[in-house]
């Protein structure tokens, strides 16, 4: 029974080739769609669960109070560690975790990396097995661990361990280690890894001792003997908070936190400097909303085609009825067409996303996701359910339906769909209403991406090169031979610079006793003229008197907003016990260009320069770059040269929305397709079906045009509704997102919406193009000749 379901069913699927092709393709799109986000979930929610000991390995964090709110902390205190593992015999080890940059340096060629710095006791914590060498070159003086990607990046593939770097941390000079060891590749679901691993003690200090409660780390891990001992550690933590906070009044801690590496908690995302990343369940939701969103439009299509093409046989399905077959006989039939269908669909819809998504996936958000039955039994499984899933949500109701017609109302010609066309025009109307809305925001946000590109960002960002110091040294000379530059207009330095390395600055207000904290600039002289920031009242700070260095500060206007202040000019500020007033106010200047402009706090510095920043003649950026690149190399060969034009710090913040707008186009692309696919079918099934409906029009005089207009004006009424309601929703949740004062949104204008009606109607028009011209150029006496 089953061999002859499936050779009727093969019959009918090569005998409808039309209505064939457009299921399979549209079913496949969705189904590519769905394998993808699944392989991302999957990642997404096993982060770092490769590690044997993961359910004993918990993050300290702490808490403290900004602006009255409760904020985590991915940082401890330097002293904890190995405090804890002295005093807690729950703790079977306590590992510290530093990152810092660094140049690499090989015989041939020299890179920036960032370098990780662990405890000892580092691989007894976490199981990150190694290709090469041991886990004891952590503990080796003079030897460094690499990641499989960094051995290859230096080395190609040759043997990396026994070979030679140099490596220079901070404001040291040039450190000579050999390689002692080479890890696995990590898997790609690890979000804690390192490329660069190096001792603990080999990290860049200011001279704290290693014992210091007042000084941070970025990461403490700690492996506990049994996972129930949390509550036990937990229990204890209120001496070292008192600890740590006489050691850093100025910024009190309100207690600890633990969090377990592969069980994280729910709000783990919104912990701050978190060593490891965390799920972010709006972006998981939007995922699993595009998977089902697609699906949804193929099933939809699905339905409505396959009733469009009952119509052409209801004569076999009266037959097969007057023959003996059973309403259940004709169900399984129809099922095992679908479901033949549905497994087409899922090899095409694999080939799909191994090809197309899962690479586009990984460029556009920087993952490393793959597609393998052998690393993921678990694909298997979904892809049974899956094709389960559709099978029944998009055959389920033809068949069913179809499958209840009764044999003499067929045979008489009594029986037809017309009573289902409000059921298949309005599933048409929905598929275009969605099509029309990811149009519509796929359009809003390239233009709101223009937008942001076009801002203002309250400071003369052009002809502004910024060269990154590796020592403050190195500032002076280098400041000298700029000034010699006939296309340097002014040179200033700065310990922090804007969009590239901003300080933050704990300050009270009169009156207030509990501190806050806001981005901070401390610059040299010249700074401001430098920059082109723009004064609005007062004065700037003068860099050149200690007095003003000391007690004079100049805010932004977002500042004096948030501290509620009418002018600004002359407030007091408590900074470091110190007594700070504000003696300018310039305008908001813009660090990220998605977010509101943030209250910033500008000091003076006399030396301790990280940056010199340089304004040029127009034109003359690329000259100035090339002089002070080789006067960089001339005294300080073994260190790179780091230089970039103001106008390219937001290049990746751009760079990232427009990564979001293309994957959303893609998205919109992909619905449009389906629902124009199914415009197709559909015109196909329509011209067949009043096909000598026409003719006799023809006969009678009526035009082209006319008959055209008159075949496929439904499509057009239900383009229009859909305009109309994808128009509503969109136009409201913009309205609704401006009323939440989302930042740097632009002026909402018809040409999104336009643009959305412009290109669906184009699309449609495309698609019925073909059955319009069958219309045209079919001769009236083919399709009469039976009468």
């Known amino acids: 029974m089953l061999k002859s379901y499936l050779r009727s069913a093969v019959r009918t699927l090569l005998k409808n080739r039309v209505p064939s092709v457009i299921n399979v393709v549209g079913l496949s799109i969705a189904v590519a769609c769905g394998v993808t986000v699944y392989l991302f979930l999957r990642v997404y929610y096993t982060l770092d669960t490769e590690h044997a000991n993961g359910d004993r390995i918990y993050m300290v964090e702490h808490v403290e109070r900004e602006d009255g709110e409760a904020v985590r902390w991915g940082t401890a205190p330097l002293a904890l560690a190995p405090t804890l593992a002295a005093d807690a015999p729950q703790v079977e080890r306590a590992v510290r975790v530093q990152w810092g940059g660094g140049d690499v340096r090989t015989a041939e060629a020299s890179f920036e990396e960032r370098v990780a710095f662990a405890d000892p006791g580092f691989f007894d914590v976490f199981t990150f097995p190694l290709a090469a060498g041991s886990p004891a070159a952590l503990t080796a003086p003079g030897q460094v661990i690499l990641s499989d990607e960094a051995a290859r990046k230096f080395f190609g593939t040759a043997d990396a361990v026994g070979r030679r770097l140099t490596v220079t941390l901070g404001e040291g000079g040039p450190q000579a280690v050999t390689v002692g060891a080479v890890a696995d590749p990590f898997p790609n679901n690890a979000s804690f890894r390192f490329d660069v691993l190096l001792p603990f003690d080999a990290r860049p200090t200011t001279g704290e001792p290693a014992d210091a409660w007042a000084a941070d780390v970025h990461a403490t891990f700690l492996l506990l003997r049994r996972p129930e001992d949390v509550a036990a550690v937990e229990a204890q933590m209120g001496r070292y908070l008192a600890r740590w906070n006489d050691a850093r009044p100025e910024r009190p801690v309100e207690g600890f936190r633990f969090e377990n590496l592969i069980r994280p908690d729910r709000d783990a995302y919104t912990v701050r400097a978190r060593p490891t990343e965390a799920a972010h369940p709006a972006f998981a939701g939007l995922m699993v909303g595009m998977a089902a969103f697609m699906m949804l439009l193929s099933c939809v299509n699905y339905v409505n085609i396959s009733l469009g093409a009952a119509t052409r046989r209801l004569k076999e399905i009266g037959v097969r009825k007057v023959l003996g077959s059973t309403k259940n006989q004709l169900i399984a039939q129809f099922m095992a067409e679908n479901l033949l ?447």
Not at 380 to 394: E, K, P, R
Not at 587 to 613: C, K, M, Q, S
Not at 652 to 658: D, I, K, L, P, V
Request: charged share 15%; glycine share 10%.
């Open 341 to 787: 269908l549905c497994a087409l669909a899922l090899v095409l819809g694999l080939g799909l996303a191994a090809v197309f998504l899962v690479p586009l996936f990984n460029q556009l958000f920087v993952l490393d996701i793959g597609l393998s039955f052998t690393e993921d039994w678990g694909l298997g499984v979904f892809l049974l359910g899956l094709l389960a899933f559709v099978g029944v949500a998009s055959g389920a109701y033809p068949a069913f339906y179809v499958a209840s017609f009764q044999p003499a109302l067929i045979l008489q010609r009594k029986q037809g769909l017309a009573e289902k066309r409000w059921l298949t025009r309005g599933l048409l109307t929905l598929q275009f209403t969605i099509a029309f809305l990811a149009v519509i925001t796929t359009v809003l946000l390239l233009l709101n991406g223009r937008y942001l590109v076009g801002l203002a960002w309250g400071y003369a960002p052009d002809d502004v090169l910024t060269v990154r110091l590796s020592d403050p040294a190195q500032f002076a000379p280098l400041q000298e031979a700029a000034m010699e530059l006939a296309a340097v207009e002014s040179t200033a330095g700065s310990t922090e610079h804007l969009g590239a390395g901003m300080g933050w600055v704990a300050f009270t207000t009169d009156g207030e006793e509990e501190e806050r904290e806001t981005l901070t600039l401390t610059v040299g002289p010249g700074y401001a003229e430098t920059m082109g920031l723009r004064l609005r009242r007062g004065r700037y700070v003068d860099a050149t008197s200690a007095d003003d260095r000391a007690h004079a500060a100049v805010v932004t206007e977002r500042f004096v907003e948030k501290q509620g202040w009418s002018d600004g000019l002359g407030e007091t500020l408590r900074i470091d016990g110190q007594d700070v007033t504000v003696v300018g106010v310039i305008e908001d200047v813009l660090v990220n260009p998605v977010e509101h402009p943030p209250g910033i706090l500008i000091r003076g510095a006399e030396e301790g320069y990280r940056f010199l920043t340089v304004r040029t003649t127009p034109g003359g950026l690329a000259g100035t770059r090339s002089a002070l690149a080789a006067t960089w190399a001339a005294r300080a060969p073994d260190l790179p040269f780091e230089a970039f034009a103001q106008r390219e710090v937001f290049d990746t913040q751009f760079e990232s929305y427009g990564n979001l707008a293309r994957g959303l186009g893609y998205l919109a692309g992909l619905a449009l397709l389906i629902a124009c696919m199914g415009v197709f079918g559909l015109a196909t099934q329509n011209v067949a079906r009043r096909l000598k409906e026409v003719s006799v029009r023809k006969v009678l005089g009526a035009t082209v045009p006319h008959l055209v207009f008159l075949v496929n004006r439904a499509f057009v009424a239900i383009l229009t509704v859909a305009a109309l309601v994808a128009t509503a929703v969109s136009y409201g949740a913009f309205a609704a997102l401006a009323s939440f004062d989302a930042a740097n949104l632009m002026p909402l204008t018809p040409l999104p919406f336009v643009t959305a009606y412009v290109l669906v109607f184009l699309m449609v028009a495309v698609s019925v193009a073909s059955q319009s011209r069958t219309l045209a150029l079919a001769p009236p006496a083919d399709a009469l000749r039976s009468e």
